[in-house]
């Protein structure tokens, strides 16, 4: 009875992870924007170095959104890096 209970559970949240595939060609009233980090260069340097105690503004923009995806990895040999980082986000109005 409990495997079954918890393959219930189990595709359950599954099939909440799968998209609405109705709003895919569903017309919609927006421009969709994109942020990268990308290399403008065409080479391999997408990324962006922050010094100790600086800052990086990601994404400013005007109006409404949303962030739908972010990635970001971390190149430090630091055992505690994730102690240090703090991810800010603001917005107006």
């Known amino acids: 009875m409990k495997i079954v209970f918890v393959l219930l559970i189990l ?6 992870q799968l998209p609405n595939l109705e709003d895919l060609a569903r017309v919609h009233d927006y421009v969709q924007h994109r942020a990268s980090s990308y290399d403008r ?5 997408d990324f962006r170095e922050i ?3 600086g800052t990086l503004t990601l994404l400013d923009e005007n109006g ?3 962030i ?3 990635w970001c990895t971390i190149a430090t040999r ?3 890096h994730l102690k240090a980082i ?3 986000m603001f917005w107006d109005g």
């Open 11 to 16: 595709c359950l949240s599954a099939a909440a």
């Open 41 to 45: 260069s065409g080479g391999n340097a």
């Open 51 to 53: 010094p100790a105690a």
């Open 64 to 66: 409404p959104g949303e």
């Open 68 to 70: 739908t995806h972010f």
């Open 78 to 80: 630091d055992p505690n």
């Open 86 to 88: 703090v991810l800010r």
